[in-house]
């Protein structure tokens, strides 16, 4: 029976409007960071702990509709790293003797509903890493027109840690995004896969799997992801941007018995985020 520790956080967005330039080909990084969940540790147990962050990104896209882009960060460490770093436990004891197994981020973004008031509607457009290359072109859902806020014409990189993605600007109504699949040199360890969830199109899952327990599964492993959506500006009561978002991050390790490894159970966090407030008009 797998057991698991669910944490459950209810919190209204707070509102950091900083512009923030990152350039790529001497273009300028067309997004605009309006929103954060500040660093907090999401699982701290016997066999390990994880830290995440999450900050969400906005850029013009129609005369109807913005583009979000949400990146998550979560840092997953299993006892044996802590342990070697002489890292104790808040009541002062030591983590366990494990190594990392595999670890998920599933992240969700709805339209924020509340009543007669509403957010703008949502349709995902991409997400990365995935487990293969892939090249699409982003079409808006919403309006006639597109007003990006930067100069596309030589693309735009997105992301980083081996997991670039490219935006350029194509002919008539669209964006081509491509996602390049990076491989070491040496070997890809962690796996990195992502899909859509088969009951709910909006949440995507991000899942990595260490093969070998001896390397990886030793080492602090840094999961980045990213989420793209569109939205709509049409809303009543709230800013478009207002979203309900929820982040589920989970975290499995491995311990020797004799001459054979046992998995831990599962540890789950959940957080539940809803609104944006500190907009200007």
């Not at 509340?114 to 290359?133: A, C, R, V």
């Not at 088969?198 to 001896?214: A, I, K, P, T």
């Not at 990886?216 to 569109?230: H, Q, R, S, V």
């Not at 207002?242 to 159970?265: K, M």
């Amino acid at each position: 029976m797998v057991g698991e520790i669910i944490s459950i956080i209810g919190l209204t967005l707070s509102i950091n409007y900083q512009e923030i330039n990152k350039t790529a080909n001497d273009i300028e990084y067309p997004f605009n960071e309006f929103g954060v969940i500040p660093q907090k540790k999401a699982i701290d147990v016997v066999d390990g702990y994880v830290y995440y962050y999450t900050d969400f990104y906005m850029s013009s896209f129609s005369d109807e509709s913005s583009l979000i882009l949400i990146h998550t960060n979560a840092s997953f460490t299993p006892g044996y790293t802590a342990r070697q770093n002489n890292t104790k436990r808040e009541d002062g004891s030591d983590y366990a003797d494990v190594r990392l197994k595999r670890g998920y981020i599933h992240m969700t973004a709805n339209q924020y509903v509340n009543g007669n008031d509403y957010g703008g509607d949502i349709t995902l457009k991409q997400f990365w890493p995935k487990s293969s290359s892939v090249t699409t072109t982003i079409e808006t859902t919403y309006g006639q027109s597109i007003n990006i806020n930067g100069d596309f014409d030589k693309g735009v990189s997105i992301g980083g840690n081996g997991f670039e993605a490219k935006i350029d600007a194509g002919l008539g109504l669209g964006l081509e995004f491509s996602y390049i699949k990076t491989i070491s040199s040496t070997s890809e360890d962690p796996i990195v896969s992502s899909q859509q969830s088969s009951s709910d199109h909006n949440c995507v899952q991000y899942n990595f799997e260490v093969l070998n327990r001896e390397t990886a599964g030793k080492i602090t492993y840094n999961f980045d992801t990213y989420y793209l959506y569109e939205v709509s500006h049409e809303s009543e009561g709230v800013f478009f941007e207002s979203i309900d978002f929820t982040i589920e991050i989970g975290l499995v390790c491995e311990y020797q018995v004799l001459w054979w490894f046992q998995e831990t159970q599962l540890y789950r966090y959940r957080g539940h985020f809803t609104g944006f407030t500190g907009f200007g008009d």
